[in-house]
C-alpha cells in the first residue's frame, strides 16, 4: 500500500525565514496531495493542496510543489511568522474523491521571534 | 456553516469495554471518513462512508467498524477495548472531490 514519508521531523526557524518541508510516496497512482496545519488541541486544517496534474500552487505565503516523476512533493512557507508554528502534515490519496488519505508523520514548526 | 462536529471530546474507557462515537458532518457533505491519531503511528485511515455505504478501509481489525446515517451522520464503535485504543479519533466531510474538512477529535483513554 501507499507509504507518505515527511522530513523533518522538528524544523525551527527565525520569524523572516523560509520554511520547507519534504514528502515522497510510494504509490505512483496517488494523485491528490494535500497539506494539513494541526494546532494544539484542535483537528487539522487544510492549508494547500495540489492534484497530479499540477505541478506548482501558490496561495499567498504558501506554496506547494509536486515532482510526479521523483514522487516527491514539498510545502514552502516564506516570511514565517510565530503564529506558524504548530505541526505540518503531507498527505496522499489515490482515488478520485481525495479520501482516505496516508499521512506523514508531521514535521513540527517552531518559529521564533 | 457549523463545522465538523465529534461527541463526546473526551472518554475514559475500561480494556473490555466497548465504545462509540460520534460525528456530524458538515451540511450538505455526504462523505465522511475516520482517522486514529496516536504518537507513535501518527494519523492512520479507519474507513469512509459515502450514502451510508463503506467506500473504503484502511487496515484496521474488525474490532473497528462504522455506519453511516440517511442525514449523512456517522458513528464509529471500538469493542473489546485494548489499551492501544487510545487516540485521538478524528473525523473528516467533504463534498465529492473536494477537501475533507475535520472536525476536533474525540480523546480516548482507555484504563
Known amino acids: 500500500g501507499e507509504n507518505v514519508e515527511q522530513h523533518p521531523s522538528t524544523l525551527s526557524v527565525q520569524e523572516g525565514d523560509s520554511a520547507v518541508i519534504k514528502c515522497t510516496y510510494s504509490?505512483?497512482?496517488?494523485?491528490?496531495f494535500p497539506w494539513y496545519k494541526q494546532e494544539l488541541g484542535k483537528g487539522p486544517q487544510l492549508i494547500i493542496d495540489?492534484?497530479?496534474?499540477?505541478g506548482e500552487k501558490k496561495d499567498q505565503r504558501i506554496a506547494v510543489t509536486l515532482n510526479k516523476t521523483a514522487k516527491h512533493f514539498s510545502l514552502h512557507i516564506t516570511e514565517t511568522q510565530p503564529e506558524d508554528s504548530a505541526v505540518y502534515f503531507c498527505?496522499?490519496?489515490?482515488?478520485?474523491?481525495?479520501?482516505?488519505?496516508?499521512f506523514g508523520k508531521g514535521t513540527t514548526l517552531s518559529v521564533s521571534s | 456553516k457549523a463545522g465538523v462536529t465529534q461527541t463526546p471530546r473526551y472518554l475514559i474507557k475500561t480494556r473490555g469495554q466497548q465504545v462509540t462515537l460520534s460525528c456530524s458532518p458538515i451540511?450538505?457533505?455526504?462523505?465522511v471518513s475516520w482517522y486514529q491519531q496516536t504518537p507513535g503511528q501518527g494519523l492512520q485511515f479507519l474507513f469512509e462512508?459515502?450514502?451510508?455505504?463503506?467506500?473504503n478501509k484502511g487496515n484496521f481489525p474488525g474490532r473497528f467498524s462504522g455506519r453511516q446515517f440517511s442525514n449523512s451522520r456517522s458513528e464509529m464503535n471500538v469493542s473489546t477495548l485494548e489499551l492501544g485504543d487510545s487516540a485521538l479519533y478524528l473525523c473528516?466531510?467533504?463534498?465529492?472531490?473536494?477537501?475533507?474538512?475535520f472536525g476536533p477529535g474525540t480523546r480516548l483513554t482507555v484504563t
Open positions: 473528516a466531510s467533504s463534498l465529492i472531490g473536494e477537501e475533507q474538512y
Open positions: 504509490d505512483s497512482a496517488s494523485n491528490y
Open positions: 495540489i492534484r497530479s496534474n499540477v
Open positions: 498527505a496522499a490519496s489515490h482515488n478520485q474523491a481525495g479520501t482516505a488519505l496516508i
Open positions: 451540511s450538505g457533505h455526504r462523505s
Open positions: 462512508y459515502f450514502s451510508e455505504t463503506q467506500r
